[in-house]
């Protein structure tokens, strides 16, 4: 058994020394991946970018800055929407329409940041699914979005099988660009701001950092992550309605995929996402009935056996820590 | 004035709801989002009462509260106790993980649809100043008031209450004294548990129940406890009175369809301006980090 964990260690090291070579192979991987696999494949493994990225979005919140932000799915789906009204009333080119509708998100989290970013703690992860609530009423109240009906998006003359590889390149693309702008991120003093303000508010506004600022900047992030997200899940749905696109089932999973994958780390969220949605398929096939009991089941013993995340195991242990 | 009766009546009844949710936060610290589900739970006993053997609403009212006490007993000791002091959000997403077990339950059982009950005396009133008062309500009414007395009765003047006060205004100093606070958090638990199954089964006398009726509901005890400040039973019934009054108004002037934005922006503005409501003393902030733990 030693041996086996020292050989585990071992091996982690190795991966992380080679770090690059390992993401490219998988950045191979992925890419090469749609030509040779079926459409459920490809659909299941959008499924797991897309909650990969909305899970980035939320580690940007709560793993980095501390901040719970459970109602990130306000952005996911007013971007949705906004994509749906676009798509429907203005012959906008697509990518130009994911680009608008993310920033509009973006926009919407800035201007709520600033009343809403003041809360703090568990206040404000309830303001932030009121949020979420709120936005999701609007939608249904306002004529432009169809109301409690939903939209539609046009018809595409594309065949099923394109309308899945351009999805699938979209989520993969988007979870490849946040994970590296979460890199990126993380060795910035942006990001050494964001996790010293989530030691201890009070002593990084102390030490000289704009804690506004800095919190409403990753909201903004954050939201835009979770805007394209929705934008591209718009489009891949092809139609949208209230109900479905500010779930809190979403709201649920992403929460889940971070905490999964382990909060402050970079590739966590894709890591989790990729576990939960292996053990979802399976959930799923085995015993529909009870699925929402087993995801409860299982956010439960993750957060009492797991509350780092799965990279608690994948990390190397560092040496001089122990 | 109809209206101001309606929300006088309502109000008590978003007061029992949200005491469950405010003695939760004010003595641990946590976010029970299971209490919504708690509530949906003491809805349904209430109803499988009444369909299955005919007892009242109002009298089953205890069978729900115990039953809760029983199912918020067992979750605290198995596994809520292991993750008090992790961390402020483990607890809100182990509740929220329960919480979906036990919707999940009831969705076996029950399946998706709405259901309600209508007992004898449903639709009678009677008219007082030109003002109609459902019998329902006013029973309803009159218990939540009584709950609240009752439980602020407890908290003031009963052994236990105090200890359970105690703890909440500084738990270390509690344990210094000798407080066992572990039993003690335990058993607030269970408290919490059984007011929200009180406040199901009078939630099922009058409205409709349906499982996932567990969202909306816990949003508005949130909003009820933040206004009136958590961990204060006063504190609540007074954001009980204010919520409905503010709900009733504004779909007076600005059409139904805004009641729950309506609750959403007076609990934000409230947030913003005072997180402590209307009349709390436990401000966040005195959760020191040193609690917090790392995550």
């Known amino acids: 058994m030693k041996l086996f964990l020292k050989y585990f260690e071992d091996t982690k090291l190795i991966v992380e020394k080679h770090k690059w070579l390992f993401i490219s192979l998988f950045i191979i991987i992925m890419v090469l991946f749609p030509l040779y696999t079926s459409n459920y494949l490809i659909r299941m493994f959008s499924s797991i970018f897309m909650y990969a990225c909305l899970g980035i979005a939320m580690n940007i919140m709560l793993g980095y800055i501390g901040y719970a932000a459970f109602g990130n799915v306000a952005f996911f789906g007013l971007s949705a929407y906004i994509t749906m009204v676009l798509l429907n009333k203005t012959n906008i080119p697509l990518l130009i329409i994911f680009i608008i509708a993310a920033l509009v998100s973006a926009m919407y989290a800035i201007i709520l940041g600033f009343p809403i970013l003041r809360i703090r703690g568990h206040y404000f992860a309830i303001a932030t699914l009121g949020i979420a609530e709120g936005t999701r009423e609007v939608m249904s109240i306002l004529e432009i979005t169809g109301g409690g009906k939903g939209i539609s998006a046009p018809i595409l003359e594309m065949s099923i099988n394109s309308i899945y590889r351009i999805v699938y390149y979209s989520f993969f693309g988007l979870t490849i660009l946040s994970l590296f702008a979460c890199y990126y991120i993380l060795k910035k003093p942006f990001g050494y701001a964001l996790r010293t303000i989530r030691g201890d508010e009070d002593v990084a506004a102390g030490v000289g950092i704009n804690t506004t600022y800095y919190k409403v900047a990753a909201w903004g992030i954050s939201a835009f992550i979770a805007g394209l997200t929705g934008s591209i899940f718009a489009f891949w749905m092809g139609y949208i309605d209230p109900v479905s696109v500010f779930d809190g089932m979403i709201n649920v999973k992403f929460t889940v995929v971070a905490l999964l994958g382990g909060l402050g780390s970079v590739i966590g969220p894709l890591i989790g996402s990729l576990l939960f949605e292996l053990i979802s398929v399976f959930i799923w096939e085995k015993f529909l009935d009870i699925h929402l009991a087993v995801l409860g089941i299982i956010i439960m013993i993750t957060i009492i056996f797991l509350p780092r995340g799965i990279m608690q195991f994948l990390k190397p242990q560092r040496r001089h820590t122990k | ?295």
């Not at chain 2, 469950?20 to 509530?39: D, E, K, P, R, W």
């Open chain 2, 1 to 295: 004035m109809q209206l101001l009766m309606n929300a006088i009546l309502t109000g008590a009844l978003y007061a029992t709801l949200a005491s469950g949710f405010s003695i939760l936060y004010g003595v641990m610290n946590v976010m029970n989002v299971a209490h919504g589900t708690f509530i949906m739970i003491g809805a349904y006993i209430s109803y499988a009462m009444f369909i299955t053997f005919g007892i009242d609403t109002f009298i089953s009212l205890p069978i729900c509260g115990m039953g809760l006490f029983i199912i918020g007993f067992v979750f605290y000791r198995y596994i809520f106790s292991r993750i008090m002091g992790v961390g402020i959000f483990m607890g809100m997403i182990v509740t929220y993980g329960f919480s979906m077990l036990l919707e999940n339950i009831v969705l076996l059982i029950y399946a998706s649809d709405y259901r309600g009950i209508s007992a004898a005396y449903s639709g009678k009133y009677f008219t007082f100043l030109n003002i109609n008062i459902p019998y329902i309500r006013l029973g309803v009414f009159l218990i939540a008031c009584l709950i609240t007395i009752i439980l602020y009765l407890f908290m003031r003047y009963t052994k236990l209450g105090k200890t359970i006060s105690a703890v909440s205004l500084n738990r270390y100093a509690a344990s210094l004294v000798g407080i066992d606070i572990n039993f003690v958090f335990n058993l607030t638990f269970a408290i919490g548990a059984a007011l929200a199954g009180i406040a199901g089964g009078l939630l099922a006398s009058v409205y409709i129940i349906y499982p996932q009726m567990g969202v909306s509901v816990l949003f508005k005890s949130f909003v009820v406890a933040v206004l009136g400040g958590l961990g204060n039973m006063t504190g609540v019934f007074i954001g009980g009175l204010l919520l409905a009054l503010f709900e009733v108004l504004g779909a007076h002037i600005l059409g139904p369809d805004y009641f729950q934005l309506i609750g959403f922006l007076l609990m934000v503005l409230v947030l913003c301006i005072k997180p402590e409501g209307v009349l709390g003393k436990k401000f966040f902030g005195a959760v020191t980090s040193k609690e917090i733990g790392t995550e």
